[in-house]
Structure formats: C-alpha cells, structure tokens
C-alpha cells in the first residue's frame, strides 16, 4: 500500500506563490502516475493536474494552464504543485492522488488527507 501526505498549503494574498508537495510512503512502490485536485466549500472535487510516472506526459485544467506546473522527483517520493499567479478562485483543499494508470478523473486507489489553500482578495 501507498501513503499520501500533502504539505505546503497555507494562507495567501491574490497574485502570489505557493509550491505544494506530497510525499509518498509504503513497503513497495511502483511506477505510479500523480494527480493533484480539489475541492472548494460546497463544491464537487475537480480535476487540476496530472504526470506520468517519467514526467513526460502531463494535463492540466484549463483552470489554471500557464499558471500552475506539477512536477515530481521519483527519487524523493514527491510530486509538487507550483502555483503562481494565485486567484481567490483557487481557494481549496488540495489533494494529491496516486495509481497505475494516467488519469484526469477520479479513479485513482490512493489519496492524501489534503492541504489547505487560500487565497484572499
């Protein structure tokens, strides 16, 4: 099995940076595609980015295209989130998730608990 622990989350002003990280734990690991998403108050969870296990392939919504850039360090376990350019629309909990196969939807078998995110106006 695959832990998820999410980090770097915090408080904000809009325009400004944030870099979140989510380090992965577990007695065997495999090539595992990363995914990053989130849910706002009262809102359904929603697709933000993704990479393949080599980082050779990656999505993002267009949400924020141009503005956020995942990236991961296999040797650390880690997949990173940096976001810049940060709107109070980005406000969330932000989850990372985990599995073998590549996908912008929520079929994955490994999440973290979340990390907060907002942004003020």
């Known amino acids: 099995q695959v832990q998820l622990v999410e980090s770097g989350g915090g408080l904000v002003q809009a325009g400004g940076s944030l870099r979140l990280s989510c380090a992965a734990s577990g007695r065997t690991l495999s090539r595992y595609a990363m995914s990053w998403f989130r849910q706002a108050p009262g809102k359904e969870r929603e697709f933000v980015a993704a990479?393949?296990?080599?980082?050779?392939?990656?999505y993002y919504a267009d949400s924020v295209k141009g503005r956020f850039t995942i990236s991961r360090d296999n040797a650390k376990n880690t997949v990173y989130l940096q976001m810049n350019n940060l709107k109070p629309e980005d406000t969330a909990v932000y989850y990372c998730a985990a599995d073998l196969r590549l996908t912008t939807t929520q079929a994955y078998n490994y999440w973290g608990q979340g990390t907060q995110v907002t942004v003020s106006s």
């Open positions: 990479i393949s296990w080599g980082g050779g392939t990656t």
